[in-house]
DNA sequence: CTATTTAGTTAAGAGCACGTAACTATATCA
DNA sequence: TGATATAGTTACGTGCTCTTAACTAAATAG
């Protein structure tokens, strides 16, 4: 079976007990880290982005400005971001993760994927490079979809 | 490449790229239904388990009894979840989602994994019924990893 | 140059989630 | 039967995050 229908449902399947099983191991390890979901979706962000600003982070998460400068500010204080002035525009913060900021994404993401070795280990050999070839197809495709110039919303 | 690292990398790749997508989504969607990230989770847990106890609640979130039961009250309040006895042991109570609890846990996937769909269009027709049976041996895989019944480790 | 807009910060206060501690009720052990 | 352990609830205090409002600084329009 191969309908578009039936691929969305098993992509739906699959997803639904990844992000079932990574939920609690991101919680707890939030909790180990002192950092609230919206301090870690923040970083994260930015660890993809490369940069960002200030009410990019506010309008991200639907909180103001005001919310989002003092969130940026404790990361700040605690080594995982750094504030430098726009070039083009002095008004504007460039927002960029630390050496410290970028080990602690990659590590949150060891902590809650290191199961999927468990996962991968667990597909039947012949299976595995059809996988692999796959899964970098779709990495490829998401991060495409997951910057359209300009899609507004409605 | 099929060697086992190159899988795990190659997993580990789309994952990143899918939670970092969805979690956005997820936060934006929480907030307008006034849900912290926690009931949410407990929410999508007993969504999977079917039923759970309190104390279960509590140490999968690393939280107090006390904490736990507090949240889940308001969920309760929420209409939500139900409380009810559990037959062997009356000091428990069985936690289980309302129709209603079932609803929001469905919307919220819907609401954050709508550009699956896109994506899913977007995978070139040839490759999209090797994809469909691998997710599905993925989902298949993965919720048996999830759900060890007595399998020690070590 | 002056007025307005935009990006960001700071201050004060409200609300929520959590922990500790005290409590009730059931189960289990002696 | 009484002592202890377990599951859950309730009360109260604390700390964090958010909002509103007032503020500074830089860009831009007139």
């Given at each position: 079976?191969?309908?578009?229908?039936?691929?969305?449902?098993?992509?739906?399947?699959?997803?639904?007990?990844?992000?079932?099983?990574?939920?609690?191991?991101?919680?707890?390890?939030?909790?180990?880290?002192?950092?609230?979901?919206?301090?870690?979706?923040?970083?994260?962000?930015?660890?993809?982005?490369?940069?960002?600003?200030?009410?990019?982070?506010?309008?991200?998460?639907?909180?103001?400005?005001?919310?989002?400068?003092?969130?940026?500010?404790?990361?700040?204080?605690?080594?995982?971001?750094?504030?430098?002035?726009?070039?083009?525009?002095?008004?504007?913060?460039?927002?960029?993760?630390?050496?410290?900021?970028?080990?602690?994404?990659?590590?949150?993401?060891?902590?809650?994927?290191?199961?999927?070795?468990?996962l991968a280990d667990a597909l039947p050999p012949e299976r595995r490079a059809a996988a692999t070839e796959l899964m970098?197809?779709?990495?490829?495709?998401?991060?495409?979809?997951?910057?359209?110039?300009?899609?507004?919303?409605?």
């Amino acid at each position: 079976m191969s309908t578009p229908n039936e691929l969305h449902d098993r992509m739906r399947e699959w997803i639904e007990v990844l992000v079932g099983r990574s939920m609690r191991d991101l919680i707890l390890y939030l909790k180990q880290h002192d950092l609230s979901m919206a301090q870690y979706g923040t970083l994260m962000r930015i660890f993809h982005q490369g940069s960002c600003a200030v009410m990019q982070v506010g309008s991200h998460l639907g909180i103001t400005n005001a919310a989002a400068s003092q969130m940026v500010d404790k990361l700040v204080q605690q080594g995982l971001l750094e504030r430098s002035e726009a070039e083009h525009d002095r008004r504007m913060k460039q927002l960029s993760l630390t050496e410290k900021g970028r080990e602690l994404v990659q590590r949150a993401y060891e902590a809650r994927l290191g199961w999927l070795e468990q996962l991968a280990d667990a597909l039947p050999p012949e299976r595995r490079a059809a996988a692999t070839e796959l899964m970098a197809e779709l990495a490829h495709l998401a991060q495409r979809l997951d910057q359209p110039p300009a899609a507004p919303e409605g």
